[in-house]
């Protein structure tokens, strides 16, 4: 089988990647990749290694597929993955010509291959407002859904896929959920087969966390290498509450989405930690100073942030009736695993990290 990862040198690309090649060792894999994101580069040599072809493209770039040979899957996992993307200064235009013409360009290729396409989308796709308008009680230590709600598609389990659409979610939601709609007129017109899951917070080991995007690697590290952290909005108390989900996880769903294709194919899958598997800044601050031994200080911002919302965890009950899929890997382990992938990489991560 050859597959082709978009942002395979990134850290949810190169991590399938490496996951696909251990257990298929037979399988061709080809990862593509424009290496704009810091720490990327590393992740090449590891790829080389494991008997990864890797490509250094772009997929807003149609030429840049043309030199690659037809493959079987096309794994979607390039983007600009920062929800402040274009909302804090910058213009959109890179946010929007990757993740949405970007994503266009994989999918002409796909047809073209006659491949499957495996879309890895977002929990930011559901509007801030609705989610910020839910009932909630705060508790000590964090902020959870209440069992009474007046909105479909929630439960104290999470959100659900039937959460209503409609407002506004970002321009990095937007230019994701854009793509969904695009990605059901190609599965429906083109006959290409899809499957699209929506993620809550991907993490774990490879992954280079900053303030917007990667925020368990980012407060581990901080730890790690003694540096301050702040949290940031609902008054500074670090009660936001986010579900997390282990790369390798997510790997064990792609696996079996990959070889039951028929199954799943069209379908559109929220994919998270799950509220046993989720963690507010409070409870993450402890966790890092219990496995890093060290205690750091902490500001506090008391400003929201562009959309920043109080609370996402993921209701898994769809997929997990399907595939019989559930995440393994808790909070702690997670924390674990990461200082110590930083311990044995202290000099290489020191300057992207720290």
């Known amino acids: 089988?050859?597959?082709?990862?978009?942002?395979?040198?990134?850290?949810?690309?190169?991590?399938?990647?490496?996951?696909?090649?251990?257990?298929?060792?037979?399988?061709?894999?080809?990862?593509?990749?424009?290496?704009?994101?810091?720490?990327?580069?590393?992740?090449v040599s590891r790829l080389s290694k494991a008997g990864i072809e890797f490509v250094h493209g772009d997929i807003r770039n149609k030429e840049d597929f043309d030199a690659l040979p037809d493959v079987d899957f096309v794994l979607e996992a390039s983007a600009e993955p920062s929800v402040l993307a274009g909302l804090n200064g910058g213009t959109p235009d890179y946010l929007m010509n990757t993740n949405l013409f970007g994503t266009v360009n994989c999918l002409n290729y796909a047809v073209k291959s006659k491949?499957?396409?495996i879309f890895l989308s977002t929990s930011r796709v559901y509007p801030i407002k609705t989610i910020e308008t839910l009932n909630f009680e705060e508790e000590a230590t964090r902020f959870a859904l209440s069992n009474s709600q007046n909105v479909t598609g929630v439960s104290e389990k999470g959100i659900a896929e039937n959460f209503p659409l409609e407002g506004a979610r970002s321009l990095y939601g937007t230019t994701k959920l854009s793509s969904e709609l695009i990605i059901q007129e190609y599965n429906e017109f083109y006959g290409l087969k899809t499957i699209t899951n929506r993620c809550g917070v991907l993490t774990g080991p490879w992954q280079m966390g900053k303030v917007d995007q990667g925020v368990m690697v980012l407060w581990i590290a901080k730890h790690y290498f003694d540096k301050k952290l702040s949290f940031i909005g609902y008054e500074g108390s670090g009660k936001q509450t986010r579900d997390m989900l282990h790369v390798k996880d997510l790997y064990r769903l792609i696996d079996w989405q990959m070889h039951h294709l028929?199954?799943?194919?069209?379908?559109?899958?929220?994919?998270?930690?799950?509220?046993?598997?989720?963690?507010?800044?409070?409870?993450?601050?402890?966790?890092?100073?219990?496995?890093?031994g060290k205690t750091i200080p902490i500001d506090k911002v008391l400003e929201n942030r562009p959309a920043d919302i109080k609370l996402y965890v993921t209701d898994n009950s769809k997929v997990t009736a399907k595939t019989g899929w559930k995440p393994e890997i808790g909070i702690k382990q997670i924390v674990e695993e990461i200082t110590e992938w930083i311990a044995a990489n202290e000099d290489d991560l020191r300057p992207i990290l720290s």
């Not at 996951?19 to 290496?35: R, V």
């Not at 929220?270 to 993450?284: D, I, K, M, R």
Request: contains cysteine.
């Open 1 to 43: 089988m050859k597959i082709l990862i978009t942002g395979g040198a990134g850290f949810v690309g190169s991590s399938l990647a490496l996951e696909l090649k251990s257990n298929y060792p037979t399988y061709h894999i080809i990862c593509l990749d424009n290496l704009r994101r810091k720490g990327s580069e590393l992740n």
């Open 115 to 117: 491949a499957a396409f």
């Open 262 to 292: 028929d199954e799943v194919n069209g379908e559109t899958y929220n994919v998270g930690g799950g509220v046993e598997v989720s963690t507010s800044l409070q409870e993450l601050t402890k966790i890092c100073q219990e496995v890093t």
